[in-house]
């Protein structure tokens, strides 16, 4: 079992930047990989951006160039970097982690780009 605890999120301004975090604990040594995803009201939870054992990262054509995933150095945390945000980046933020085949996913955060 992985549980995962976010941090970070509110409300920026278009053109801003937020910084998101996402704690890992349980049976990190069994995680493959982890993420972020992201959910607006009566759409499906698209995948944003995830990094791989081996640091391989892979993004959503849509935040490419704005949005930086990174591990922290003990590897059970991950962050996004989120510059040059924009209305449509507005969703809730959910951390995700792939262990063993399994999904787990974090309790989500909100994001609101608004002027």
């Known amino acids: 079992q992985v549980q995962l605890v976010e941090s970070g999120g509110g409300l920026v301004q278009p053109g801003g930047s937020l910084s998101l975090s996402c704690v890992a604990s349980?049976?990190?040594?069994?995680?493959?990989?982890m993420g972020w995803y992201r959910q607006v009201p009566g759409k499906e939870r698209d995948l944003v951006a995830t990094i791989i054992s081996g640091d391989s990262t892979k993004y959503a054509d849509s935040v490419k160039g704005r949005f930086t995933i990174s591990r922290g150095s003990a590897k059970n945390t991950v962050y996004l970097q989120m510059n040059s945000l924009k209305p449509e980046d507005t969703a809730v933020y959910y951390c995700?982690?792939?262990?063993?085949?399994?999904?787990?996913w974090g309790q989500g955060t909100q994001v609101t780009v608004s002027s």
């Open positions: 349980g049976s990190i040594f069994s995680i493959n990989a």
């Open positions: 995700n982690a792939i262990a063993r085949g399994a999904y787990y």
